[in-house]
């Protein structure tokens, strides 16, 4: 399977969250599955394994997601033909690639690896910005084919808020 991978952030990173999607990407490759990897940045030794798309990024925290969820959706655009699934680690503006992908019938997996809610209290984002996000959420789960979760608290979070229809999986990590 040809097999789309949004990061939203540079795999060269020491950090949890990068050596989450490493494994996976590893594991996918492993299996055989084709891989185009979006992100700003991959370790070497994957880069020989899978295609590389590097996606700019911007300096300021706040316009960063924005900025990769719109390079994203443009270079999907073009090379949708080439791929059978969109799978993406949730972030703000992922609706803008998903949007693409489901206009050219393309199926999504969003993967979510924390509660939203517990996420904007710890940043303790405001109001307006937590109304932002969730209709971001909103949107996002509503273009997804289906969504997978780390734990059965996100799945009930994600179900309750957002997937009625059932569309949640649980893969441990």
């Known amino acids: 399977m040809r097999i789309a991978y949004l990061a939203p952030?540079?795999?060269?990173?020491?950090?949890?969250?990068?050596?989450h999607v490493v494994g996976t990407l590893r594991d996918l490759v492993r299996r055989g599955e084709s891989i185009t990897l979006y992100a700003?940045?991959?370790?070497?030794d994957l880069?020989?394994?899978l295609r590389f798309r590097r996606v700019p990024t911007l300096g300021w925290s706040g316009l960063t997601s924005v900025a990769f969820g719109a390079a994203v959706a443009?270079?999907?655009?073009?090379?949708?033909?080439?791929?059978?699934l969109v799978y993406t680690r949730?972030?703000?503006s992922v609706t803008l690639p998903l949007g693409v992908a489901?206009?050219?019938?393309?199926?999504?997996?969003?993967?979510?690896?924390?509660?939203?809610?517990?996420e904007r209290r710890i940043r303790d984002i405001g109001w307006l910005a937590w109304q932002l996000?969730?209709?971001?959420?909103?949107?996002?789960?509503r273009l997804a084919s289906a969504t997978v979760v780390v734990t059965t608290a996100i799945e009930r979070e994600v179900t309750r808020r957002y997937h009625p229809s059932g569309k949640v999986v649980v893969v441990e990590n």
């Not at 952030?9 to 050596?19: I, M, N, R, S």
């Not at 700003?40 to 070497?44: E, I, L, N, T, Y």
């Not at 206009?103 to 517990?118: K, Q």
């Open 9 to 19: 952030f540079d795999l060269t990173e020491a950090a949890g969250h990068v050596a």
């Open 102 to 118: 489901r206009t050219y019938g393309c199926p999504t997996i969003v993967e979510v690896n924390a509660s939203f809610e517990n």
């Open 47 to 49: 880069q020989a394994c």
């Open 90 to 92: 949730h972030f703000k």
């Open 40 to 44: 700003a940045g991959c370790p070497p």
């Open 74 to 84: 443009a270079m999907l655009a073009r090379e949708l033909g080439e791929i059978d």
């Open 133 to 141: 996000e969730a209709s971001d959420e909103w949107a996002t789960f």
